[in-house]
């Protein structure tokens, strides 16, 4: 292998990178979007890079990784045309009627349901659905809110990182380095059952109080009732197809996005009345723009060469302890999404971890361990990802409209409860990952 030399292209790329993922961490401090700040550093990455002569603009666009942005888009856009039908408020008061005033069992039926989407639609979807629908839900039982949304994050969370497509830095992973829907589930959807029920069982214990608190009857007038049925209904019959259709996608040597293209092809034309301008104009495309920002930033600093400059220095312990580098890489990249959000660490870490895989080491333990550490870490702190900063937003509205702070979830209420649930999360992984080497060390790529 031959020894990389530090040089002024590696120095102006990684002073971009550090300034802008700075910029996108310190958000709260500064009051500029984080979208703003990675939409600059993509900028200067490829004005700077064509200066010094290591990227430019042609380069910057193979860099972005098309696969994750079309998939996520299109994602977005059939749920935005399933939300005006009424369909998930159904599903929402039906958990409330089912629970029958058994708070507990309407936690659990809730972060199931959110849980299940997720594995679809991706944990930041599912809670934009139905954060909202569960402040309604409590609002019109006189029960306290908090326990539930903390809930449906933390569940989701967890749970979407058992599939290809239930958690960005997932999808990011895969398509980086090829891994099929089929594969991404077999290895971490059962390690993912696991850690969800201990998230399950400590909430049990955690909310212990306030799911004591006796509800009221819910309203029926309340409700709001399926308004477009054919397209409800229509929707849940294309995302079957689509399930069916990620589970053989390397069979039919079909790609995720085309897969999620067809279904929402299949789905504008199943729908009654569907505006498309509506549909797309509900689209996360701020979301959409950070991972593309993301792509380019990280592609003019793999340019550089600076990546694989830092790749050289961590190989030889990956070398000597596969194990526990695994180990040891999921705690980091827990801690560290705990601390940021998980879709730049993820975008940092893939070209170190492919640059090892140039010099013939097997990555596989070491995706997984990524995988697991970036999905269970976001439960930590109230930033660790999308999802949480969505429920915490809401959960702020909703303490204004109501001139009540307590019902805020605060940076030290959301540690005080999450980060134990972290930690645990974590400490199952390691066992299963520990325990079952042979099955997660086996190559899979």
């Not at 998939?71 to 029958?100: E, H, N």
């Not at 629908?133 to 039982?141: D, G, R």
């Not at 380095?177 to 049990?204: E, K, P, Q, S, Y």
């Not at 959960?395 to 649930?421: F, H, Q, Y």
Request: glycine share 8%; with cysteine.
């Amino acid at each position: 292998m031959e020894t990389l030399v530090w040089n002024n292209d590696m120095l102006v790329s990684a002073i971009i990178l550090t300034l802008t993922f700075v910029a996108i961490f310190t958000e709260e401090i500064h009051k500029i979007h984080r979208v703003k700040s990675a939409m600059a550093g993509a900028a200067i990455m490829i004005v700077g890079g064509q200066i010094m002569g290591f990227y430019d603009p042609e380069e910057a666009v193979h860099a972005i990784d098309w696969n994750v942005v079309f998939l996520l888009g299109g994602m977005m856009t059939i749920v935005s045309i399933m939300i005006p039908t009424g369909g998930f408020q159904r599903l929402a008061y039906w958990c409330a009627d089912f629970s029958k005033g058994r708070l507990f069992l309407l936690l659990a039926l809730i972060g199931s349901l959110v849980t299940g989407l997720s594995l679809l639609l991706d944990n930041v979807t599912t809670v934009v659905i139905f954060g909202p629908l569960i402040i309604l839900i409590c609002q019109a039982l006189k029960v306290p809110a908090i326990p539930f949304l903390l809930a449906a994050a933390l569940l989701s969370d967890t749970g979407g990182v058992a599939t290809l497509v239930g958690d960005p830095p997932n999808l990011m992973i895969g398509s980086a380095f090829g891994i099929d829907f089929n594969t991404f589930l077999i290895h971490m959807g059962w390690m993912v059952l696991v850690a969800w029920m201990v998230v399950l069982f400590m909430l049990r214990f955690i909310f212990k109080e306030e799911l004591a608190t006796k509800p009221q009857e819910l309203d029926l007038q309340d409700r709001v009732p399926l308004s477009d049925p054919r397209t409800w209904y229509g929707a849940i019959g294309v995302l079957g197809v689509m399930t069916i259709g990620f589970i053989m996608h390397n069979a039919l040597h079909w790609e995720p996005w085309f897969v999620t293209a067809l279904g929402l092809s299949a789905l504008i034309f199943i729908g009654k009345d569907i505006d498309m301008e509506e549909a797309f104009h509900h689209t996360e495309l701020a979301l959409l723009m950070f991972f593309i920002s993301l792509f380019i930033i990280v592609g003019g600093v793999e340019h550089s060469k600076f990546l694989e400059y830092l790749g050289q220095f961590i190989i030889p312990y990956v070398q000597a302890d596969l194990l526990s580098a695994t180990l040891i890489l999921m705690w980091v990249a827990a801690v560290l999404s705990a601390a940021i959000d998980n879709i730049p660490f993820t975008a940092a870490m893939i070209p170190i971890i492919a640059g090892m895989e140039s010099q013939g080491i097997n990555i596989t333990p070491l995706l997984w361990g990524l995988a697991a550490g970036v999905g269970m870490g976001g439960n930590g702190t109230h930033i660790g990802s999308t999802a949480n900063v969505f429920i915490v937003t809401i959960s702020e509205r909703m303490a204004k409209d109501a001139n009540d702070p307590s019902l805020a979830i605060t940076p030290i209420l959301w540690m005080k409860k999450g980060l134990p649930i972290m930690l645990a999360t974590l400490v199952t992984c390691t066992i299963i990952m520990y325990t079952f080497w042979d099955f997660f060390s086996a190559p899979a790529l």
